[in-house]
């Protein structure tokens, strides 16, 4: 059975696979750089989180052939990972308050 013309979308060629292994390196480069701004500590976790996020989509995307692939397999992986890191802020939240320490508690 052949697939309709609307659903066929061509591979891209190097240029475009250059251009997004530079967009990984400056997001790579951009997250070592906020580890080591001292003023960005508090907010560390969850800018790293949103760079990594958006890293892992790229690669599925791109390097993984899924943007070319049927769309449900792509909000399934982009799917399967928000709710993995929902899930993990929740258990950040969870744990990270049980860990708080109360001033004058013996």
């Known amino acids: 059975m052949a ?7 061509a591979h891209p ?8 292994a530079v967009i ?16 960005l500590s508090g907010a560390l976790t969850p800018i790293l989180m949103v760079l990594s996020t ?5 690669v599925v995307l791109w390097f993984m052939h899924l943007k ?3 769309v ?3 909000y399934l992986f982009v799917g399967g990972l928000g709710i993995a890191g929902a899930v993990l802020i929740a258990l950040l939240f969870l744990f990270g308050a049980s ?3 109360v001033p004058g508690a013996a």
């Not at 060629?13 to 997004?20: D, F, T, W």
């Not at 958006?54 to 790229?58: A, D, V």
């Open 24 to 39: 990984l390196a400056v997001i790579t480069l951009v997250e070592v750089a906020v580890y080591y701004v001292p003023s």
């Open 99 to 101: 860990h708080t320490i």
């Open 72 to 74: 449900l397999f792509s």
């Open 13 to 20: 060629g190097p240029g475009e696979y250059i251009k997004i």
């Open 68 to 70: 070319f692939d049927s």
């Open 3 to 9: 697939v309709p013309a609307e659903h066929h979308r």
């Open 54 to 58: 958006i890293k892992f989509s790229m």
